[in-house]
């Protein structure tokens, strides 16, 4: 979603801060767990599917490499919200999981977000001139199907994802 006191998305994708994910708002209520091995950006040709020689990488859990940013998981608790979720580093993925469950003042579903730690201090490779960003995850339980993945200001300006 643009917001005003965003700059373009070029711009954004040349100064990254921030990255997130995080289950969609409305979306469904129940548990989900979303093994996530990487995140990169790339400029796609014919040859995306047999090398890897195009890619700028983000965040890798692959095991080869750390992330080199820390993250952290943000549970609902806004308007008396109670959907939670954890995100953890294992040896070759990070595990984002949790339980979206239904606000009580509002009687609609919750949230959670699995975020980059002190947002702006840490700096990700300028993929401003990449064709697009590739999302290296499976969902494993498919109560919630409908999630948020987003960069810059990752609160804010999310990008829908269906996975």
Request: proline share 5%; hydrophobic share 35%.
């Amino acid at each position: 979603h643009n917001v005003s006191w965003c700059p373009d998305v070029k711009t954004q994708l040349a100064q990254i801060t921030n990255i997130g994910f995080g289950t969609a708002i409305p979306g469904p209520i129940g548990q989900f767990r979303v093994e996530i091995s990487s995140l990169s950006a790339t400029t796609f040709d014919e040859t995306l599917l047999s090398s890897t020689a195009g890619f700028i990488t983000l965040a890798a859990f692959d095991g080869t490499k750390r992330p080199h940013v820390s993250w952290k998981a943000i549970n609902d608790t806004a308007a008396g919200g109670q959907s939670t979720c954890k995100f953890e580093v294992r040896d070759d993925y990070a595990d984002y999981s949790g339980i979206c469950r239904d606000m009580p003042v509002t009687e609609s579903p919750g949230f959670t977000q699995a975020t980059t730690g002190l947002p702006m201090l840490a700096h990700f490779p300028d993929v401003s001139n990449t064709d697009g960003i590739i999302l290296g995850l499976r969902s494993l339980e498919a109560n919630v199907t409908r999630f948020t993945f987003a960069f810059c200001d990752s609160h804010i300006n999310l990008y829908r994802c269906e996975f």
